[in-house]
T-cell receptor, first 116, second 110 residues
Framework: GAVVSQHPSWVICKSGTSVKIECRSL??????MFWYRQFPKQSLMLMAT?????????EQGVEKDKFLINHASLTLSTLTVTSAHPEDSSFYIC????????????FGEGSRLTVL | EDKVVQSPLSLVVHEGDTVTLNCSYE??????LLWYKQEKKAPTFLFML????IEKKSGRLSSILDKKELFSILNITATQTGDSAVYLC??????????FGKGTLLTVNP
């Protein structure tokens, strides 16, 4: 079964509104979670590293004031897209933890955001 | 800065064909190289490679790593339409951080 849960799986919003996406680790604690963004026909690009109890670390070119990340507990990180615009429409996916035996990382199911 | 380059970017084959997907990389501190298959949603884990020359195999898929030449290949034999997907190669970093290549879009026609 899933070990990382992401919600919502899809969301449509109006331009200028804010959208919150949740990423939860199930049955394990994750001090670090990662947020990726994927545009159509492109690869996953790391946006930021979410650190429990401290500020997120953003990749170059990612606006931290636009993509607010909160990792207030060891099982939950949230990504809030503030004042969303159509160009923010994308597939957002989180990852948390992995298997030290196989190397598999645990991804959430992803959230498809469409901004009208 | 870590870098992953995949080729080809897209590939169209017929069922039954064998395909080889390429992944070259640049990295400061190598930990692992991973292959994922992505269809419509989250990537599905295929392999993790850490040592050169040791083939990892799962059914019709296999992969190998060359740490001297800094590349890996993913082979798929007797392709099926269900193999159609984007195949992602990624470098594994500390704390499960991944750096992805752009992916190879594989289309298998009946």
């Amino acid at each position: 079964g899933a070990v990382v849960s992401q919600h919502p799986s899809w969301v449509i919003c109006k331009s200028g509104t804010s959208v919150k996406i949740e990423c939860r680790s199930l049955d394990f604690q994750a001090t670090t979670m990662f947020w990726y963004r994927q545009f159509p026909k492109q690869s996953l690009m790391l946006m930021a590293t979410s650190n429990e109890g401290s500020k997120a670390t953003y990749e170059q070119g990612v606006e931290k004031d636009k993509f607010l990340i909160n990792h207030a507990s060891l099982t939950l990180s949230t990504l809030t897209v503030t004042s969303a615009h159509p160009e923010d429409s994308s597939f957002y996916i989180c990852s948390a933890g992995g298997s030290s035996a196989t190397g598999e990382l645990f991804f959430g199911e992803g959230s498809r955001l469409t901004v009208l | 800065e870590d870098k992953v380059v995949q080729s080809p970017l897209s590939l169209v084959v017929h069922e039954g064909d064998t395909v080889t997907l390429n992944c070259s990389y640049e990295v400061t501190n190598f930990r692992s190289l991973l292959w994922y298959k992505q269809e419509k949603k989250a990537p599905t884990f295929l392999f993790m490679l850490t040592s050169s020359g040791i083939e990892k195999k799962s059914g019709r898929l296999s992969s190998i790593l060359d740490k001297k030449e800094l590349f890996s290949i993913l082979n798929i034999t007797a392709t099926q339409t269900g193999d159609s997907a984007v195949y992602l190669c990624a470098l594994g970093g500390s704390n499960y951080k991944l750096t992805f290549g752009k992916g190879t879009l594989l289309t298998v026609n009946p």
